[in-house]
């Protein structure tokens, strides 16, 4: 398994204002009740990505529609969905062997994943400015000096986190991948996991940042959960503070 410095994860609660982060939680929930409607699942990339190869990625069924919408029956409706910006939530529904289980709620999304961590590389949704209070506690932390794609993922009760990657592994993960991923709540078992030996590895804590290389999920969760991925570029003093300056 790829490494951050020799660890296989790296937990950043020592180094934050945790009560402060978990004083707002109420309101982060709060946030995710009032824009419910904007949830949509998470567009895994099966290609290489996904543990499961016989699972679908949804980007890859509206491709195939886009590319050849003769094979697909109820063309109007799907053209309706696609057009709509509602694919996703759609053909979970349609397709058996899609990929399910936990929903985006995307505050920033990037116009190009290699450039995920700035700001100017990322389309706002309007709903953003309405979380103004987390990026304030944010801000206070000093963990970035820029950050681009913010992005919730919600668990409803009893789903899991699909095994995936995120991206190949390069060699500059510790330089170039630069987030950290909030859990929230304990009943969200983040783990990653060992392909060569079967081995899950249980990230602890509320704060954390790992190599996406390695095939990493969660369980199936007790109770309705979500956690927050901010990506952007460590400041020299957190990295100091880290350890790494």
Known sequence: ??????????????????????????????????????LKPVLYDSRGHLSNNKLYGILEI????????????????????????????????????VIEGSYNLILRDPYSMNEKQFSHS????PIDKDFHFFYSWLDEQNIFSDYGRVN???NPKGSKTELHKDIEFENNWETNDHFVLFNFFDR??????NNTTNEKHYMQGKCLWFVGANFHGSDP???????????????KDFLHKIGRG
């Open 62 to 97: 509206q491709e195939q529609f886009i590319n050849n919408p003769d094979i697909f029956q109820n063309k109007d409706i799907i053209q309706e969905c696609i057009d709509n910006n509602i694919f996703s939530n759609y053909i979970i529904f349609e397709n058996d062997n």
């Open 1 to 38: 398994m790829h490494t951050l410095f020799n660890k296989l994860y790296h937990n950043f609660d020592n180094h934050v204002n945790i009560n402060g982060l978990m004083s707002i939680r109420p309101k982060i929930s709060k946030f995710i009740a009032n824009n419910f409607s904007h």
């Open 221 to 235: 969760v007790s109770n309705s959960t979500y956690s927050l991925r901010v990506d952007g570029v460590f400041t």
């Open 152 to 154: 919730f993922f919600v």
């Open 122 to 125: 990322c389309r706002v949704n």
């Open 188 to 193: 969200k078992k983040l783990f990653l996991y």
